[in-house]
Nanobody, 121 residues
Framework: QVQLVESGGDLVQPGGSLRLSCAASGSIFSISAMGWYRQAPGKQRELVGTFTRSGTINYDDSVKGRFTISRDNAKNTVSLQMNSLKPEDTAVYYC???????????????WGQGTRVTVSS
C-alpha cells in the first residue's frame, strides 16, 4: 500500500503564488510516475503536470510557463510551484503516483486525498 499526502493548499489572490507538496509513503518498491492533477467543481479531473514513465515532464497547456513540478526521488516527494495564479486555477489538487509495492507483481495507481486551492479577490 502506498499513501500520498498533499499539503499547501490555500486561499490566494489572483497573481499570487503557492507551493504544493506531496509525500509518498508505505511499502514502496519503485515509483514509475508521479505528478499532479486537479478537479474544479462540475469538471473532469485534468492533468496539471507529471513526471512520466519515460522520464519526461508533461504539463497542461493552461499552466505552462506558470507552474513547475519538481521531484526528490530520495524522499519520494513531488512539489508543484504555482505562480501567476488565476481564478480558473481554483480546484482541488491531487497528487498521483504509479508504483510497485514490495511483494506485488502489479503496478498500481495511487491518489492523494487532495488539497484545495482557491484563487479569488
Amino acid at each position: 500500500q502506498v499513501q500520498l499526502v498533499e499539503s499547501g493548499g490555500d486561499l490566494v489572490q489572483p497573481g499570487g503564488s503557492l507551493r504544493l507538496s506531496c509525500a509518498a509513503s508505505g511499502s514502496i518498491f519503485s515509483i514509475s510516475a508521479m505528478g499532479w492533477y486537479r478537479q474544479a467543481p462540475g469538471k473532469q479531473r485534468e492533468l496539471v503536470g507529471t513526471f512520466t514513465r519515460s522520464g519526461t515532464i508533461n504539463y497542461d497547456d493552461s499552466v505552462k510557463g506558470r507552474f513547475t513540478i519538481s521531484r526528490d526521488n530520495a524522499k519520494n516527494t513531488v512539489s508543484l510551484q504555482m505562480n501567476s495564479l488565476k481564478p480558473e486555477d481554483t480546484a482541488v489538487y491531487y497528487c498521483y503516483a504509479e508504483a510497485w509495492v514490495t511483494g506485488d507483481r502489479y503496478r498500481y495507481e495511487y491518489w492523494g486525498q487532495g488539497t484545495r486551492v482557491t484563487v479569488s479577490s
